[in-house]
């Protein structure tokens, strides 16, 4: 998989061999877009899918538990948004929340 099309590696491969600081804005929003684009692509797909997943279901579960009157919900953090995402993603094809 490319991340990068042609025109983003020139500007990569140039701006580390010729430029020390990157005095012009609308360069420095590129390169700064393209970071982000290798950052992004970095990423594993367990940390993609805690992002978009576990974060968000980890809310629901702290709202049913406020609801049912439990006070220990604000120590439910990123370990319990990994829990649940590790649950979620070791599921056999079809028994998920969602289709993948």
């Not at 490319?2 to 491969?13: N, T, W």
């Not at 702290?62 to 009157?69: A, D, F, H, T």
């Not at 953090?77 to 993948?100: C, H, K, T, V």
Request: glycine share 12%; proline share 3%.
């Amino acid at each position: 998989m490319r991340v990068l099309d042609g025109v983003e590696r020139g500007i990569i491969c140039l701006a580390g061999r010729c430029v020390d600081t990157v005095m012009n804005a609308t360069l420095g929003r590129v390169i700064v877009g393209i970071l982000l684009k290798l950052r992004d692509a970095s990423r594993s797909g367990f940390v993609r899918h805690v992002e978009s997943f576990a974060l968000g279901r980890l809310r629901v579960v702290r709202e049913q538990l406020s609801r049912l009157g439990y006070a220990f919900t604000d120590g439910l953090g990123e370990e319990f948004a990994r829990y649940l995402a590790f649950l979620d993603y070791n599921q056999p094809p079809g028994w998920g929340s969602r289709p993948r």
